[in-house]
């Protein structure tokens, strides 16, 4: 029987954090608070997503192999090189 994973990884960053890191990558010098659009959270919004990984991660032998930064920039080259795909 073939099992489906959701692995998640041990690094907690918060929506803020991540745009700022995205900013910083496009080189884009611009204050986050100049360019990030705010809005009342909704009443469901959770405070933190996360997945119990230690007893999965630990059973299958999994290891990260991209880095959050790297695997960062490899998602905005994407987004750069694909816009075609993305804007339909």
Do not use: P
């Amino acid at each position: 029987m073939k099992m489906i994973y959701n692995i998640g990884t041990t690094n907690q960053f918060n929506v803020l954090d991540i745009a700022q890191c995205i900013l910083e990558k496009l080189q884009i010098s611009k204050n986050l608070d100049d360019v990030a659009l705010y809005v009342k959270s909704r009443s469901f919004t959770e405070k933190r997503y996360c997945t119990a990984t230690s007893g999965l991660i630990k059973m299958l032998g999994w290891k990260e192999h991209i880095s959050y930064d790297k695997g960062l920039e490899k998602t905005i080259h994407w987004f750069k090189s694909n816009s075609d795909y993305w804007t339909k």
